[in-house]
């Protein structure tokens, strides 16, 4: 591998590990797999992208986080006060997203953003070289690593664990579960698009079509990371998924460096995540099996 | 304190075959300091008046009282911040995946809700750790253990100290030693007593055990079709024996039982 794609594959993980961040809070703290996320990551490089090309980076990365945020409010409240199922929620925003993206692209399925100023302009003159693009990206997975790390210790945090955890038992601790939701998933999907804002502007462009697989891509991310580090508490989770999308990324990186060809990515994130799912019920039965045959050998 | 269920009524399946009167016109009043045992066969509606009174199930007619407020309509986890209840199943009082101590400041956060983004502070974790320390069961030195790696009797016990921790005005305890070990049972009833006379809460406690029903507390009530066959306090309970109760309810329901066998 060249440094050149090294370097390309930690600024992708870094990228990728606030990705991550979001689907960590929705499948692994509110234990609901969100698939908004395919749409509102793309929502967020769009906003990003269409108010860089007209000269206003920061902007632009702010109004992804509060556009993503909004996009987590609609699932939230489509599964709390109208009873939609929680992954038919996620698929509803997810697909109506589509053509709101388009929209806010300008009805173009691409924004090229060469020769634009963006967030990383900045860094670019002060520090130079190859790495300032990650020298930028880690400031912003810290500062959000350690706002995730401060709120889930927080009353409200906590509240939200527990809904994941127990949601009858926050109901007779007096906490209002459905609004707890609403804030995660906000929170969930406002990293999310930020995620999408900063690669469309490091990529220098945003394509309506990014998004597909990023909640696949998330998960592998957060499983890799789950084997490298045990999910002892919450700060070692968000440090586990920043390593698993890093090493994903160089996983990713080494394989493009092979014949192998990247057509088939896609459905290599999809084996990760089935085979790490699957794996304890298939070791379940497995012992299960081993110990009926010891059974019959000594009968 | 004072709770009122005024003319309660609550029909399962409506004009079905199935038709169940969950709650037939019930009407009683509970005065501040009193623990209630009840007790009463399956479908004699215990379980459904404590759904109405916490807000699980909306009752058809009548309303709730609670210190003179109409409570009726005010959704579940409004009431919670005033109603204790623990559950038969001691993994549903509990986050599994969370520690002792987190669990025990999400049941203490009932009381300091405004301020939402603070974290809990050395003095309320402090208390917290007093109050488990009250247990006996040497739990406050396992404060970061996932609660989920405790026994069903531990986790009853800590969810005794979680309804109580912030004193409630009512405290609903759904047979919350059925499925315990006969050892852990009466260790958390214990508890239980200790619990609830220390603070005087206000208590309302469904038991299958006729003879702790009438050793607990100091007001007895048992239950039938959705009514209150039998109400017993003061003196005439205190000389009453199980084999009394259960002629008194025969006496009332003109119905012929040989032992508590059939109420179990």
Known sequence: MSLVSFIGAIELGLVYSLLAFGSFISFKILNIADLTVDGSFVLGAAASAILAFNGMPYAGVIAAVIAGALAGVVTALLQTKFGIQPILSGILTMTGLYSINLMVMDGKANIPLLNKTNIFTLAETLIGGKTYKIVVLLIIVAFIFAVLNWFFRTQLGLSLRATGDNEAMCKASSIDTDTVKVVGFAISNAIVALSGALLAQMQQSADVNMGSGMVVISFASIIIGSVIIKNRNITLGFLSVIIGSVIYRLIIALILTTKFPPSYLKLISSLVVIIALSIPNIKRKMEINKLRRSINHVS | ?264
Do not use: W
Not at chain 2, 68 to 76: A, M, V
Not at chain 2, 125 to 143: A, H, P, T, V, Y
Not at chain 2, 223 to 234: E, F, K
Not at chain 2, 249 to 257: H, L
């Open chain 2, 1 to 264: 304190m004072s709770l009122k269920i005024n003319s309660v009524s609550k029909i399962f399946n409506k004009n079905t075959p199935d038709e169940h009167k969950g709650l037939d016109n019930i009407n009683f009043s509970v005065s501040d300091g009193e623990f209630i045992t009840i007790i009463g066969g399956n479908g004699a509606g215990k379980s459904t008046l404590f759904n109405v009174i916490s807000g699980t199930v909306l009752c058809d007619s009548g309303n709730i009282e609670l210190d003179g407020i109409d409570i009726t309509y005010i959704p579940e986890y409004k009431r919670a911040a005033f109603i204790g209840r623990i559950f038969q199943d001691p993994m549903k009082g509990t986050a599994p995946n969370m520690t002792v101590g987190e669990n025990l400041i999400i049941a203490y956060m009932r009381s300091t809700k405004k301020n939402i983004l603070i974290s809990p502070s050395k003095k309320d974790k402090l208390f917290i750790r007093e109050r488990l320390s009250q247990l006996g069961l040497g739990l406050e030195d396992r404060m970061n253990t996932k609660i989920g790696l405790l026994s069903g009797g531990q986790r009853q016990a800590i969810t005794l100290v979680m309804a109580t921790l912030v004193k409630p005005k009512l405290l609903l305890l759904d047979e919350h030693t059925a499925a315990l070990d006969p050892v852990s049972a009466k260790s958390v009833l214990e508890l239980t007593n200790k619990i609830v006379l220390g603070n005087n809460i206000t208590t309302l406690m469904i038991t299958h055990n006729i003879t702790s029903a009438l050793e607990l507390g100091n007001r007895t009530i048992m239950m039938d079709s959705g009514n209150i066959a039998v109400d017993i306090g003061g003196s005439e309970r205190k000389n009453m024996s199980v084999q009394d109760l259960l002629d008194k309810f025969n006496k009332i329901k003109n119905k012929v039982f040989d032992d508590d066998k059939v109420l179990l």
